[in-house]
């Protein structure tokens, strides 16, 4: 079993940033490929970047790229998503996951057996 708490989410302006982290607990952190994906009001939850259990690889959602960046620190137990030049789009719920031991780096809800419970992103316009 794997528990995850996020932290970092709040209210910003349009253009502002915020950094997400999520500490995880439970076993071996480092063998574990992480995502993060978001949920709005009335929308579906979407994948938003994910990052391989050796830290090399990372995939992102087409627009977020070039302004979100995943990264980990296996001696923390932790995973980041650094938001930048943040819009009114990205407000959303921002959970953390783990994927299963060892495997690639996915997209779909189902590669992420453990989730957090989610922190707050708020973009004012």
């Known amino acids: 079993q794997v528990q995850l708490v996020e932290s970092g989410g709040g209210l910003v302006q349009a253009g502002g940033s915020l950094r997400l982290s999520c500490a995880a607990s439970?076993?071996?952190?480092?063998?574990?490929?992480m995502g993060w994906f978001r949920q709005a009001p009335g929308k579906e939850r979407e994948f938003v970047a994910a990052i391989s259990w050796g830290g090399r690889g990372t995939d992102y959602e087409d627009s977020v790229k070039g302004r979100f960046t995943i990264s980990r620190d296996n001696a923390k137990n932790t995973v980041y998503l650094q938001m930048n030049s943040l819009k009114p789009e990205d407000t959303a719920v921002y959970y953390c996951?783990?994927?299963?031991?060892?495997?690639?780096?996915?997209?779909?809800?189902?590669?992420?057996?453990?989730w957090g419970q989610g922190t707050q992103v708020t973009v004012s316009s």
């Open positions: 996951a783990a994927g299963r031991p060892l495997a690639a780096l996915g997209r779909k809800d189902d590669e992420y057996p453990y």
């Open positions: 439970g076993r071996t952190f480092s063998n574990y490929g």
